[in-house]
């Protein structure tokens, strides 16, 4: 039992910093992580910025079974790639931003066919927003550097995009927690 409320008041004083970066492989627990955090913010107004753009029946279906396990509480903005600019326009309005994901974001800016540097420049929009938001924001994104190297260059290319965007926002934020199997583990800062 105390090992629990150990953990719990771990969990709340997170919440208490303002920019809270979650990243983790694949069905690593890192969504459900962030929104177990976000939902301890009192308060009205809770927005989730969706990056991820259905392509298929699949993905709508996932899209939905996410929506339905934020419940009501959540007001969901879709936004492929200018997050920078739903972080400015909601922050001043809510408790909590939760922006998912970051991994899909980067394949969005390449889609749009933005390059090095116009994806340097959306990164640095985006720390902008953060900076001043008025509000907490969690970013949620995936760690893919833990793989073989892709054998194909648009894939490494996107490995490699991904890590820069990783890299910055890690650096950008006050917490960083990485989640394995379900566990979450903050690594900055040191604890």
């Not at 920019?19 to 459900?32: E, N, P, W």
């Not at 991994?103 to 390449?110: A, E, G, I, P, R």
């Amino acid at each position: 039992m105390i090992i629990r409320e150990m953990i719990i008041k771990e969990k709340i004083d997170i919440v208490k910093k303002k920019i809270t970066f979650v990243i983790g492989g694949c069905r690593s627990g890192k969504s459900s992580f962030a929104l177990d955090c976000a939902n301890k913010i009192k308060g009205k107004n809770k927005y989730f910025i969706a990056t991820s753009v259905p392509m298929d029946s699949e993905m709508e279906k996932r899209v939905e079974s996410h929506q339905q396990e934020r419940g009501e509480d959540w007001i969901t903005i879709e936004e492929p790639v200018k997050i920078h600019e739903k972080i400015n326009q909601y922050s001043s309005k809510a408790c909590v931003i939760i922006v998912d994901c970051l991994t899909l974001w980067v394949s969005n800016l390449m889609f749009y066919s933005h390059d090095q540097a116009q994806i340097d420049d959306a990164v640095k929009l985006l720390e902008n927003s953060l900076e001043q938001s008025e509000c907490p924001v969690f970013l949620v994104s995936n760690e893919v550097g833990c793989g073989i190297v892709p054998d194909n260059k648009l894939a490494r290319q996107f490995r490699d995009f991904a890590g820069f965007v990783n890299q910055r926002m890690a650096k950008a934020a006050d917490t960083v927690v990485m989640t394995i199997a379900g566990i979450d583990v903050q690594i900055k800062p040191r604890t």
